[in-house]
């Protein structure tokens, strides 16, 4: 692809404009001035400096975030900061979007890409990821409350009972729950119909996917191959 247009699908602006930062000198690709917009290159690894900002190229954005407590996953937020907010410039140009969605109250995994196909299949009830999210509770965990998320509580909106995937007991008021849909508010209202309440929630794995500790509350990488094969691995 040309240099510009690799600009361009890297979230750097229109493509004028790309091949003006390049005409005028400031972009590098792996470690060398390049001024000339139709000099062709490989996306996926390119090293690019663009106006002092370095980036490596990649042809689909696959991205985890540790989100934190206040923020919203819309593009047009109503009460708190949205989580695009997180993200650098060009990846919220080249319209990466949520995979699913957290509550503004809600912390932990999310995954984000500019990949329809990628968001489509992972957010399908049919594919079955397991989500697994830490809970916290108002009120102590009882075994008859673990018993009921397991065999299913009756959601108002649901025709048939919604089960856990899986659910233990963590601590005296914490829980861990498996899912593998993303209904609306599905963990908050499953605790509330089993007779407890959320006080916090966590998402801490996706899959084989889990948050490592070492990525901050607002902080985010891109997955790795491995990351994603795993994810897009089929049954
Ligand atoms: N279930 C909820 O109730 N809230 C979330 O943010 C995610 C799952």
Redesign the pocket.
């Given at each position: 692809m040309t240099l510009d247009r690799i600009l361009q699908s890297q979230g750097f602006g229109t493509r004028r404009y790309c091949g003006d930062l390049i005409g005028a000198g400031l972009v590098e690709v792996n470690g060398a001035l390049c001024e000339d917009p139709r000099e062709q290159f490989e996306v996926d690894g390119l090293r690019l400096t663009v106006d002092g900002e370095e980036w490596i190229g990649h042809s689909k954005a696959y991205l985890v975030l540790n989100k934190p407590v206040g923020y919203e996953c819309s593009q047009r937020p109503r009460h708190h900061p949205s989580v695009y907010n997180l993200l650098p410039v060009p990846l919220r140009q080249r319209d990466v979007q949520a995979v699913g969605?957290?509550?503004q109250d809600?912390t932990g995994l999310l995954l984000l890409s500019d990949d329809g196909q990628f968001i489509h299949a992972q957010t399908s009830p049919k594919k079955k990821v397991p989500k697994i999210?830490e809970v916290t509770t108002a009120e102590p965990v009882t075994q008859a409350q673990v018993e009921a998320l397991l065999a299913g509580v009756k959601l108002d909106d649901e025709p048939a009972p919604i089960a856990a995937a899986g659910c233990e007991a963590t601590g005296e008021h914490s829980l861990r729950l498996s899912?593998t849909e993303?209904k609306y508010?599905?963990?908050?209202?499953m605790v509330a119909a089993a007779g407890n309440h959320?006080a916090a929630?966590h998402?801490s794995a996706i899959g084989a996917l889990v948050l490592e500790p070492t990525l901050a509350p607002g902080e985010w990488r891109w997955l790795t191959a491995d990351e994603l094969a795993a994810l897009t691995r089929k049954e």
């Open positions: 969605r957290l509550d809600t999210y899912l993303g508010h599905q963990v908050k209202r959320v929630l998402r």
